[in-house]
């Protein structure tokens, strides 16, 4: 905030208050400031910082719009801590891009520490889920030809940093009144998604799925899977806060036998996430005393144990070739004529050690899904976090991205701290609400 006392200014409408409420409860002391010794003064670091949620707050898309913003409204700048001369909009991008990451994450955890201590953020239930972030490329651009415009070798010129990933979107309603009772009569219908490739990054975030707040975010390139993420973001939540959770809720996109054996063993939570459809197979005949039958119908010969990635294995071979006597009952041939049989035989394998990916809570339940249901939090957590213009940057480098996107949380943690400090605890989700009402004080 400015170092001049308020009544330097000539008057002092109420919605300087408003800002005020929710500066004030910011510790930017992490944030160091620029000392030059010729030549102008630099700008105040902190008040760019603040600058920047100030653009969030209010909407405004671009650092152009936001420059005349500020240089229209001088007591606003004033407020936000600049005197006489306002930041230009190289100004403000150079923040952005030379900013490190690690000093705005610190704001950000020193926010969650007081939303914690404040009762607000509890931890018991945590739901995980990422966005895209498209990169200011041309690639990106539906009206612009380019050659090999999705080849993941050929990185964009724009934004080296960049890469190429995917996300699906529901189609467009036709124009045909009769196109569109069929496209939404049949919701679960593959064909009701359109699989879109664009060249960017994916803002990974853990909410608290009963204050929709987030607690974990981190921004990486498009081609890093979610399942790559899980664990090491619970590592580091659990590392940064001292949370004990009762479940953790996910997409089908986290069903595999590790993140579920660490929410298990690790978290000792329970996992609410959907079975993936392409990790089934097909169903396995064993006989009472667990041993793997083939298509004959034929009881197989057990040929030890071995480890693979993990899990321990249990191989099973062909009887006709592994056993004289049994061989000789049907003439040393295969009555199913299976190709492999003239290779060494059929041979198949069962696991024999705990798997974490059947042991699960049924997701046709009722208790799963009366839980499940919060994951929807997290999809208003992202709506809420996209008001800001998070998800079309007009920045370009990892950097300046996880910049622009941790401004984003910061000002959704500082809004949730306002609302509690002004005794509207119900209003912590609520941005414009909680604006208009400060206001209205």
Not at 354 to 380: A, N
Request: contains cysteine; positive net charge; proline residues 5%.
């Amino acid at each position: 905030m400015s170092t001049y006392p308020r009544e330097k200014l000539l008057f002092y409408p109420a919605k300087f208050n408003l800002y005020e409420s929710i500066f004030q409860h910011l510790d930017l002391s992490v944030i160091k400031e620029q000392l030059s010794k010729t030549g102008r003064k630099p700008f105040s670091r902190q008040a760019i910082c603040r600058v920047l949620i100030y653009k969030n707050l209010k909407a405004i898309k671009t650092l152009s719009e936001l420059t005349f913003e500020l240089s229209t409204n001088l007591g606003i700048a004033y407020i936000l801590g600049f005197d006489n001369r306002i930041p230009s909009r190289h100004r403000l991008e150079e923040f952005i891009h030379k900013m490190p990451n690690q000093l705005l994450q610190h704001i950000r955890k020193h926010q969650i520490k007081t939303l914690i201590n404040l009762g607000v953020i509890t931890g018991k239930y945590l739901s995980i889920d990422s966005t895209p972030i498209l990169a200011w490329v041309k690639q990106n651009n539906q009206k612009v030809f380019v050659e090999r415009k999705f080849d993941k070798t050929k990185f964009p010129q724009g934004d080296p940093d960049a890469r190429l990933g995917f996300m699906a979107l529901k189609k467009r309603p036709r124009h045909s009144k009769e196109q569109q009772i069929e496209l939404f009569e049949t919701p679960n219908n593959k064909d009701d998604k359109q699989i879109i490739l664009f060249w960017g990054y994916r803002n990974h975030v853990i909410f608290d799925s009963l204050s929709e707040l987030p607690l974990y975010e981190k921004t990486l390139p498009a081609n890093v899977f979610d399942s790559k993420v899980t664990v090491p973001a619970f590592k580091e939540l659990k590392k940064n806060f001292k949370l004990k959770p009762k479940g953790v809720l996910g997409d089908a996109a986290h069903d595999s036998e590790y993140i579920r054996k660490y929410i298990r063993c690790t978290l000792k939570a329970k996992g609410f996430i959907p079975i993936n459809p392409r990790s089934k197979k097909e169903d396995i005949r064993l006989t009472s005393h667990n041993t793997r039958v083939c298509i004959a119908g034929f009881e197989m010969y057990p040929w030890g144990k071995f480890k693979d990635r993990g899990r321990i294995r249990r191989k099973f071979v062909c009887p006709i070739i592994h056993l004289k006597n049994f061989a000789m009952k049907y003439n040393h041939q295969c009555p199913m004529n299976h190709p492999r049989f003239s290779k060494g035989g059929c041979y198949a394998y069962v696991r024999v050690d705990k798997s974490y990916r059947l042991d699960i809570i049924s997701p046709k339940s009722e208790y799963f899904k009366r839980i499940y249901k919060m994951q929807s939090g997290s999809e208003r957590g992202f709506s809420r976090l996209l008001n800001f213009y998070m998800q079309r940057p007009m920045l370009t480098g990892l950097n300046a991205i996880s910049n622009h996107c941790t401004l984003a949380h910061i000002t959704i943690l500082a809004i949730a701290i306002a609302a509690v400090k002004a005794k509207q605890k119900n209003k912590i989700r609520f941005i414009r609400g909680l604006l208009r009402s400060l206001l209205q004080k």
